[in-house]
């Protein structure tokens, strides 16, 4: 059974301390894995899409990597509006269902 | 703009009644989901449908009817069989071979 853990559960930041969010999972055969922002009261909106260990991506503060067992979210320089629930989620084959963990709620405080 | 459109964005439903959401998507995706979102549990498969006029439960499927009769609309009835339906719900598609997922906006169903 595919399995995805986030952690920590919630994270409280200042303005500009970076720091990572933990995506571990098991998955028979990745086919990608995404990450997305979610806002109180509002659909996930994607964030990044990872296919393969050793690959990243980055876009403004945030950077996604992936391993054989895990993912991290990296933030750098975090602002308050960065502050949401981001869920990690893992597809293992083509039409597949996606997996998807419990999430990490950021409040970053100015 | 593509996108799915989920209505309405708050429902109020009194027990014993049954509710329906709405779910509509012009992704011309085939792939369509509805997920239930509580507090600290993340989000659970309910029902989700890969073809027209076909479609599968999810982890949480008991309380809860689909159908799939047009590729654009998936919509959910909330029975009164389902003894907890405060909760926000989430439509979800992919298209065919397609990686990952595009979201609605979602709709919170509150039982007064």
Redo the contacts between chains.
Sequence with gaps: EDQVTQSP?ALRLQEGESSSLNCSYTVSGL??L?W?RQDP??????LF?LYSAGEEKEKERLKATLTKKESFLHITAPKPEDSATY?C?V?PG??S??T????ITLSVRP | DGGITQSPKYLFRKEGQNVTLSCEQNLNHDAMYWYRQDPGQGLRLIYYSQIVNDFQKGDIAEGYSVSREKKESFPLTVTSAQKNPTAFYLCASNPPQGYGYTFGSGTRLTVV
């Design positions: 559960e086919r990608g995404f997305y009261g509002k659909g996930p909106e994607f899409t869920l989620a597809q083509a039409n269902k996606l998807f963990g419990k999430g």
